[in-house]
């Protein structure tokens, strides 16, 4: 653990696990706690994918940031599970 108790990591602990749950668990840009998520190669490679191939880890806020100010706008952006399944309420939803 990171013996400096005033960084991000020391402090993020939530729904996802926790700290370490995966290794996208911060987001490189502002910090926070990060969820599994995804978006279109297309679409990623144009936003986050740096010159030298490089891929920061986002979360969907400084994502949708990102695009938005590299033009990539929209009326709104929808948010969709995979694999869902309701608790207690039958069977898993497919896409």
Do not use: Q
Not at 10 to 34: T, W
Not at 71 to 80: S, Y
Not at 87 to 94: D, I
């Amino acid at each position: 653990m990171n013996d400096d108790k005033n960084s991000a990591t020391d402090k993020i602990v939530g729904s996802n696990g926790g700290l370490g749950a995966h290794p996208e668990a911060i987001c490189d840009k502002c910090g926070r706690e990060n969820v599994t998520w995804f978006v279109r190669s297309d679409l990623w490679n144009a936003v986050a994918r740096k010159s030298d191939g490089a891929d920061p880890m986002l979360c969907p806020v400084c994502f949708i940031t990102e695009a938005e100010a590299k033009g990539h706008n929209a009326t709104a952006w929808e948010i969709v599970p995979e694999n869902y399944r309701a608790p207690n309420r039958g069977p898993e939803v497919k896409k």
